[in-house]
């Protein structure tokens, strides 16, 4: 825990990336945040989700423990809605599938482009929030 502390403590903000899981987040992003308290305090983070449904349902989840811990969420949260092709695939991502060296194995990878706007405004913002006081 105390190198998780010293870390936490050194950093000026966090990006969350997490999948949606059975409507919820995974515990243990749940037991990262919770082994801790003061280092999170009026740090800015961006919440990143995706899954068969976008994450929206984890998200709200994420922000209501971000906001008991005091951070100071950016107001849009990204949801990449996975495509069901891709969510039953074995297959995932690599270096090769955007480098375009490798077939895909048929599925389409066009659905991380959507994201991109709302992710770059959800970025921009957070670069702001660095920057406040």
């Not at 919440?47 to 209501?64: M, N, S």
């Not at 008991?68 to 891709?86: D, F, H, N, Q």
Request: net charge negative.
């Amino acid at each position: 825990v105390n190198a998780w502390s010293t870390l936490v403590k050194s950093c000026h903000g966090f990006i969350i990336l997490t999948p949606q899981y059975n409507w919820g987040y995974p515990g243990d992003l749940k037991n990262a945040l919770d082994h801790l308290y003061f280092e999170w305090r009026n740090k800015p983070v961006v919440v990143v989700t995706y899954g068969g449904h976008g994450g929206g349902k984890c998200g709200e989840q994420l922000r209501q423990v971000l906001s008991g811990l005091k951070m100071k969420a950016i107001e849009r949260v990204v949801s990449i809605t996975l495509p069901s092709e891709y969510i039953r695939d074995s297959s995932r991502l690599t270096p090769e599938h955007f480098s375009g060296t490798d077939s895909n194995h048929g599925v389409s990878f066009e659905f991380l482009a959507e994201a991109d706007d709302a992710l770059a405004k959800a970025v921009e913002e957070f670069s702001i929030a660095l920057r406040a006081p």
